[in-house]
């Protein structure tokens, strides 16, 4: 287990301050922003950075923070938990960054195998005086915020009517079932993201919310009469500037947030064909902005806007998480476009983050991803068209691949190559390690490798919880 | 451009030392080790750690370096010097790494279309009265190892008999002959290494150092000629360790040295076979040592060498290259076990590494890789089976494909798929980003993104070379 080579001088006095530590003389509020993109790993910040800042010089927002470590990402089997396999998904991955504790892929902050529930550093953090708030562009009962606050065998437990419906591929240990509240469970994702009373909620997954709880009442109204506002767009000066209630509730789309850009034509990778014994590659494209994403909020304009809510109160410290979570949807669909955009979207709501940082001493900020993606940067098709001359035999990528003409006019081939065509489903994660960025850490010694565990602790000590 | 933030007292004092540094009241002499894993990105890195450690702790020598950042790699268009590609080769980027400055694939430290020769690091420390040596698993005269001596249009230029050999994949601008010594040039690699007095050379290649040069010598006699003692093989004590010439010359193999590890049965990863309609994934292996090995020294022990014979002298401080270059090799054709067995043989050789740098403070130790390689950690096959029975269509890894059975009985899944079965000649590079783990460099702050040229200036910056 790793250990933090720190004289932690606020650690001294934890006693005396709950939510607060000392710089100088002065007591500010501790904070802890953490972002995380979903399926973000070197290669998808790779990509992005070639599209949008060129292969000369730039960095991301994310590349700015001062200190760089790498991640183990680690996961039980549910059958047996005291073996480890090698790919995560974001429901186990979210849940140990949020518990600092194991567990197997599809739990929602619930032990492999076992099914106890794992507190998370959310509720701590709220038991010990914090505010709190997730953002995040997939839905709020999607894995990685639900990981912040609920406990459930499954990550498909999301509104009241998934609570007994059956779920296929998941083993009798993981069916919804016994977490509904009929059952004597805490219930839905949903209907424990409202209980928990969570100060600050945006994003998508509107239907679930709209679905009706065992005693009939629609948790929106459960939502509203709990002190959420609800919202449904974010403005300039919108209606939850004046709110004088104590929690909002924004959801600004039916399920995930549409996302912020599209490829030109709506082009995607797409296998390489094989005509006359010779790869034919597509032509290039570029990215556009996606239509559907007007009008939604964009994730820097929700952490702005749950920025301002959660410091509100300067006597106050704060638990914030912020997830880019379609970097990973888009990734899972080949799409090159969309996934960057996502990581862009992300970046920026970054810069939100370390500017308020910079106004708030206190504030630890960090970036991170849950696990590795398939796509991967690869040679261009004259590279695989000489190849394949001077062998006398097709060379050619196997899986899914795209040209992008980026907006320095370089061209960049993504190859996703993780489920064969012509049927693959859909790409599949990979079990790299994956980035981690830090913020607001003065003093503290981080190695080179760390596990998501470490992070939790990181969180934790930086919050003095119990 | 980065700008490094460090008050570097050392460059105050630089025109009385050439080859010292101050520490406290003593000068000590400046040394530099450069490690380079071919290939080496950080999908190659978590796989090796996996199977050599396990999932649950433990971390890499190279892991334990108390910084990490991460290596954007830069490759111009050799017919388009003022654009860039995104995918390199071990050439350019091992020239860049050598000489701070950008070239194209295929070049060893030469500019990209105009072909004027780049001066390296090894040879302005050189010109400062340090010691150097080259290290390599490759042949001697192998891309990475040249680039940091030698200036030729082309990697092929090995040898005095390629001189004059088309190379039939690259420009008229890259072919050897306008290097050859009959047109005025340098002459081969193996000539330019031979002639640049490098103090230490230790690695394979000795076929090209078997050939004759222009006046009909063989390049093994001209060595001698300068100094050179010429070893076949590294012992407790051998002839090296008594001799007085002033320079060593291992050659352990005709080409590139036998790689430590094989699959067991010779295994390599496979395409996946579908039978009526279903994959059929073939079964776990493990790895052994490679009988080829036998009598072969490993990295770590040519490592010890090469330090031994450059600290002989304590008044003169030393720049080394270590490449571990089969990572790279072995990941071409898809052999996971030979490409973990090499990672693991760097790893021990950094060790070393570390362990002179504790006892010879003004050690600068950097552990780098020149580009990304295709290999991934996969999903296992039940997971694939699963998918192929819920969606009733075979669900597999296009590519090649292997499943290691690990150290701690572990399955890991490993999938190759930058080029298409059943005739994908190798495995290609990716674009990725690179890591960069960092000793001996107290009191620097160190982005969380850094340029192959931002190593260089690091390294000449310490060395304090004009």
């Not at 506002?229 to 959801?251: F, K, M, N, V, Y």
């Given at each position: 287990m790793l250990k933090f080579r720190r004289i932690l001088a606020t650690l001294l006095i934890s006693g005396l301050l709950a939510t607060g530590a000392v710089f100088g003389d002065t007591v500010k509020p501790a904070n802890v922003i953490l972002f995380i993109g979903d399926g973000m790993d070197e290669h998808q910040i790779t990509m992005a950075r070639n599209y949008l800042l060129g292969p000369e010089e730039g960095l991301l927002a994310m590349e700015q923070l001062?200190?760089?470590?790498?991640?183990?990402?680690?996961?039980?089997?549910?059958?047996?938990?005291?073996?480890?396999?090698?790919?995560?998904?974001?429901?186990?991955?979210a849940s140990t960054l949020a518990t600092g504790q194991l567990t197997s892929i599809g739990r929602i902050a619930t032990s492999a195998g076992t099914d106890f529930d794992q507190p998370t550093i959310l509720q701590a953090a709220r038991e010990s005086g914090f505010l709190t708030g997730l953002v995040t562009t997939a839905s709020l009962t999607d894995a990685t915020p639900a990981a912040f606050v609920a406990h459930t065998a499954h990550r498909n437990c999301q509104g009241p009517e998934d609570m007994n419906r059956a779920i296929s591929y998941a083993p009798p240990s993981q069916q919804c079932a016994i977490d509904s509240k009929q059952q004597g469970g805490p219930g839905s994702i949903a209907e424990q993201l409202i209980d928990a009373r969570v100060d600050v909620l945006l994003g998508g997954g509107k239907k679930y919310f709209a679905q009706k709880n065992h005693s009939g009442a629609q948790l929106l109204d459960q939502a509203r009469s709990q002190g959420y506002?609800?919202?449904?767009?974010?403005?300039?000066?919108?209606?939850?500037?004046?709110?004088?209630?104590?929690?909002?509730?924004?959801?600004f789309s039916p399920g995930h947030l549409p996302v912020e850009w599209i490829g030109s034509g709506n082009r995607k990778a797409e296998a390489v064909e094989l005509v006359s014994g010779k790869p034919v590659f597509a032509a290039p494209f570029d990215c556009l902005k996606n239509p559907r994403h007007n009008g939604i909020p964009t994730l820097a304009q929700m952490t702005r806007k749950a920025l301002a809510r959660l410091s509100r109160d300067p006597s106050r410290g704060f638990f914030l998480m912020v997830e880019g979570a379609s970097i990973d949807k888009q990734a899972h669909r080949r799409n090159p476009c969309g996934q960057i955009g996502e990581l862009s979207a992300l970046d920026s709501a970054v810069a939100v983050g370390r500017e308020f940082a910079k106004q708030h001493p206190g504030t630890l900020v960090i970036v991170t991803a849950d696990h590795g993606q398939a796509s991967q940067i690869l040679p261009l098709p004259d590279n695989y068209m000489a190849l394949t001359e001077s062998l006398q035999s097709p060379q050619y990528p196997p899986g899914y691949y795209a040209v992008l003409k980026t907006r320095h006019d370089d061209l960049m081939a993504v190859g996703y190559a993780t489920n064969a065509p012509p049927q693959g489903g859909w790409e599949q994660h990979t079990g790299v390690d994956v980035p981690v960025f830090l913020e607001g850490i003065d003093g503290l010694e981080v190695p080179a490798l760390m596990s998501q565990r470490d992070i939790f602790r990181l969180m934790r000590e930086h919050l003095q919880l119990p």
């Open positions: 001062p200190v760089r470590s790498s991640v183990r990402v680690q996961t039980l089997l549910e059958n047996r938990p005291d073996r480890f396999t090698f790919i995560a998904d974001s429901a186990n991955s506002q609800l919202i449904d767009h974010i403005g300039q000066h919108d209606a939850s500037d004046q709110s004088t209630e104590p929690r909002l509730l924004g959801l």
